[in-house]
């Protein structure tokens, strides 16, 4: 077999190798990878424009393609919610158990489809099948309201963190620390941005995760004017400085 393989559509030669060409199985199980005709570039320039051509095909073809996946997926991580059980195929998602499924999705080369990754990487472990409402739960909270009794060795499969409860809005000032992961009352939550908006991180954690900030956000609303006040007067901006401690503060 020659090591060189001329692209008929920009007449270059390049190495039969995967930098250059796509590869597609042979005509039986044991026959080796063979090369598609065109290039890489020529190849993503043909399809573009075929899809261009042939949109409402395209789409078509992509929904099915993308329904064949998820029943691969879902046939091989299981059809059923590991945490509530339920069954509907539309209510399902596959889950990093271990977290960091944002992260992983950003280094794939399928254009954020880690399904496709999925099946081309032979079924890695390290998922699962979770419902929506039990996938958003662990997210937000690091564990589902259907594990609160579960033992260590379970919640250590699914991946979730043990809780005693879970935030009960009372009168819309309960928010939970995406770090602690705990329920907390609206004003131990500190303010740099815009009034009334508060950040995702308690003031204990932020104070912990960031040690400069330990003196503003546990200070008394006199010492933190007098400390932007220093920092500010250089620059002439003191009453503006002002401004913005008074409602991180409150």
Partial sequence: MKETKRCPACGEDKPRTEEFY???????????????????????????????????????????DMRNLRQQILEHYGKACVCCGIDEPAFLSIDHIHGGGSKHIKTM????????????????????????????????????????NASPEKLQALGMKPRDNFPVAIN??????????????????????????????????????????????LATEAEVKRLFAEIAKPHGAVEKMEKIVTSAVH
């Fill in 109 to 148: 080369n399928t254009h954020g489809n880690y399904y496709r990754w999925l099946v081309k990487n032979n079924f890695p472990a390290g998922f699962q099948t979770l419902c929506h409402n039990c996938n958003q739960a662990k997210g937000y909270y690091g564990c589902c309201p259907h594990q609160l």
């Fill in 172 to 217: 819309g000032k309960m928010k939970t620390c995406r770090v602690c992961h705990q329920a907390k009352p609206f004003e131990q939550f500190i303010n740099f941005g815009a009034p009334g908006s508060k950040r995702n991180v308690c003031r204990e954690c932020r104070a912990q995760a960031t040690p400069s900030l330990v003196a503003v956000s």
């Fill in 22 to 64: 796509y590869f597609r199985p042979g005509r039986t199980p044991t026959s080796p990878l063979v090369p598609y005709g065109r290039c890489k570039p020529c190849h993503r320039k043909a399809t573009q424009d075929w899809r261009k051509e042939n949109i409402v095909r395209a789409r078509a073809w992509r929904r099915e």
